[in-house]
Nanobody, 127 residues
Framework: QLQLVESGGGLVQPGGSLRLSCAAS????????IGWFRQAPGKEREGVSC??????STVYAESVKGRFTISRDKNTVYLQMNSLKPEDTAVYYC??????????????????????WGKGTLVTVSS
């Protein structure tokens, strides 16, 4: 069974940067897509970004487009977060989806289809 471990969270000032890592116990290429999701206190979980294993295509939520970048190597998926805002404060989770989607762009809206989840890493953006 795939295990995912997130790291890289912490406290950062508005406008700052962080890079999150998601280390997988096996090759991420064995899964259709890896995604980053987040949940802020008192709010519903939302999709942030996904990367497709076959060709490294990416999709982003509108709220992070142009600021966040997802990337991957064989066993790790990264989320580079720049120009951070207080509203980015949340616990960030990575997740793996084994089955393909008819439309990859729906990945960030398909948390129910992610079969494997990490325990999350907290990102706090505050001055």
């Amino acid at each position: 069974q795939l295990q995912l471990v997130e790291s890289g969270g912490g406290l950062v000032q508005p406008g700052g940067s962080l890079r999150l890592s998601c280390a997988a116990s096996g090759s991420t290429s064995d899964y259709y897509a890896i995604g980053w999701f987040r949940q802020a206190p008192g709010k519903e979980r939302e999709g942030v970004s996904c990367i497709r294993s076959s060709d490294s295509s990416t999709v982003y939520a509108e709220s992070v487009k142009g600021r966040f970048t997802i990337s991957r190597d064989k066993n790790t998926v990264y989320l580079q977060m720049n120009s951070l805002k207080p509203e980015d404060t949340a616990v960030y989770y990575c997740a793996a989806r084994p089955l393909r989607l008819l439309a990859f762009r729906l990945c960030i809206h398909s948390a129910d289809g992610m079969d494997y989840w990490g325990k999350g890493t907290l990102v706090t953006v505050s001055s």
